[in-house]
Every structure is written in structure tokens, then in C-alpha cells.
């Protein structure tokens, strides 16, 4: 069996619950071969982040590089990007190695208000990132910052999800654990057809990375030769599964637990 491979382009979190950790972690339970290029540390726990260092242009391309030339990857997910100039490396060092399955989550404030990106970066994200992007995975208030769009119904939701596609994006998900309701709904459209699909909302503060956890299971499936769509209903399982099964770790916003999918999947197979 060959082994199929995933790259994250994403800032790393030391509390373990969102960005490359929660890709690697993501990535080890869906039987994808993890490898990273970090593009910023920070220093934070479940209560917020302390600090941010962004790494230099040289030493995230040299990542990049190092796994190109030697590894290769079958998918690649984008994260935390920090500033424009690192938009543009990223673009371009995906362009020349000519990676064709993109994850975007256009990660910009960490749960405590914490800037994982510049808002000069927007303007990049959208000239340079979505045309290129296989698929981008905005919640609502990063569809609302990208489109200008402000999201209050679900036709508003559709046509931001429009937006988005227009501008390059070959697919959309906009993900609801931003609305409110006993539903949480999720939103793919791919230029033409709407997928909707539905889960029980939970109510628990313990959802630190939940946004790297999707993208990075929807990469992990696209590494594996899934489609768009399987891709996306396993990348919601995977989520609620995360939630549901909480880990409680820290005092704040805890993270999700990654190992709750394959567990679940190894009970239904019994
Ligand atoms: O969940 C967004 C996110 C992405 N990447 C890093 C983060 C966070 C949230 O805190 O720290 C590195």
C-alpha cells in the first residue's frame, strides 16, 4: 500500500489543540503521512495566546523546499499565514512544485482576539490564496471579512459562498459553529450544486482548533484520493466526534479530541 502524504503550511500552537499539532494529530488518525512547513510560533495555552514570532521568509521557504525536493505530498493545507510577503512565498512555492490539492483555512483571530493575521494580509489572501485554492474553509465571520458580506440568513450564507467561488476558490465550505441554534449546519458549494449537512450543536468551551482540525481532515481525505464531498462529510464527522468526546484539559477553551473518530469508527466496526 502506498503511503499517501499531507503537508501543513501553518503556525504552531504550544497548548497542542489547534494549528500544525492538531493537523499532525489530524492527519496520524486518518492514516495520512504528516510533514510541516511552520510559518509562525506562538506561544499561548487554553487561556490565550501570549505571544506570536513570525518565522523568517527564508526559513519557511527552506521548509517548504526541503519537502518538496526530497518527500513530495499528495495534499497541502494552509493555516495561520501571518502576513502578506508569507502569502505570496506560500503561493508561489506551491505553484512551482505544482501541488493541486490546496486546503485553505484562512485562519486570522484566535479565540481571545488575537491577530494570526495581519488585515493588510486580506487583500493578499484573496489575490493570491483563493485561485488557487482547491477548497477554502472559512467559518462566518471570515467569509464576512473576505466577502464584505455581512452573514445573517442562510441565503446571505450561499451567496458569500458564491463570492468566494468567484474569486477563485474551486470549492467552498463555509462551516456554522458560528451561528447559533440546536443545529450546527455546514456549507459546500462547488460552482454548482449546494451540500448541506446538519449535526447536533454542542455546548462546551472546550472547541480550540476545531477550524485546523476540519481543514486538516478534508486534506487528509483529499490526500487519500476522496472526493470533495466524501471529504467533507468524513472531515464533520471527524469534528463532532472531537467535540462530542471532550477532553477537558487546561482552564480555558480547551482543545478537541482527535483521537474520538477512530474510536468511534473501531466501535461501529465491533
Ligand atoms: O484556530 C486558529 C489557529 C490557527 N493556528 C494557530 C492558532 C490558532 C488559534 O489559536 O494558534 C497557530
Request: charged share 20%.
Amino acid at each position: 500500500m502506498s503511503i499517501r502524504k499531507a503537508l501543513t503550511i501553518a503556525g504552531s500552537d504550544s497548548g497542542g489543540g489547534a494549528g500544525i499539532q492538531a493537523d499532525l494529530k489530524t492527519f496520524q488518525e486518518l492514516n495520512v503521512f504528516g510533514m510541516t512547513a511552520i510559518t509562525a510560533v506562538t506561544a499561548q495555552n487554553t487561556l490565550g495566546v501570549d505571544a506570536v514570532y513570525p518565522m523568517s521568509l527564508e526559513a519557511i521557504e527552506k521548509q517548504i523546499d526541503a519537502v518538496a525536493t526530497d518527500i513530495g505530498t499528495d495534499a497541502v493545507k494552509t493555516g495561520m499565514l501571518f502576513s502578506g510577503e508569507i502569502i505570496e512565498l506560500v503561493v508561489s512555492k506551491i505553484k512551482k512544485y505544482n501541488w493541486s490539492q490546496i486546503v485553505v483555512d484562512p485562519v486570522m483571530i484566535a479565540k481571545g482576539g488575537a491577530a494570526l493575521l495581519k488585515q493588510e494580509a486580506i487583500d493578499a489572501m484573496c489575490q493570491y490564496l483563493l485561485p488557487i485554492a482547491t477548497v477554502i474553509t472559512p467559518n462566518i465571520p471570515e467569509a464576512e471579512e473576505l466577502t464584505g458580506i455581512s452573514i445573517n440568513t442562510w441565503d446571505d450564507r450561499k451567496l458569500a459562498a458564491e463570492k468566494l467561488y468567484e474569486l477563485g476558490a474551486k470549492n467552498v465550505i463555509i462551516k456554522g459553529g458560528h451561528g447559533s441554534g440546536d443545529l450546527l449546519i455546514d456549507l459546500l458549494f462547488d460552482g454548482k450544486n449546494y451540500t448541506e449537512l446538519q449535526s447536533k450543536r454542542f455546548s462546551t468551551k472546550n472547541t480550540h482548533g476545531t477550524g485546523c482540525t476540519f481543514a486538516a481532515a478534508t486534506a487528509a481525505c483529499l490526500a487519500n484520493g476522496k472526493s470533495m464531498e466524501e471529504s467533507f462529510r468524513i472531515a464533520k464527522d471527524f469534528v463532532y466526534y472531537a467535540i462530542k468526546e471532550d477532553l477537558h484539559i487546561g482552564n480555558g477553551h480547551g482543545p478537541t479530541n482527535h483521537w474520538a473518530y477512530q474510536k468511534q469508527q473501531n466501535h461501529s466496526m465491533k
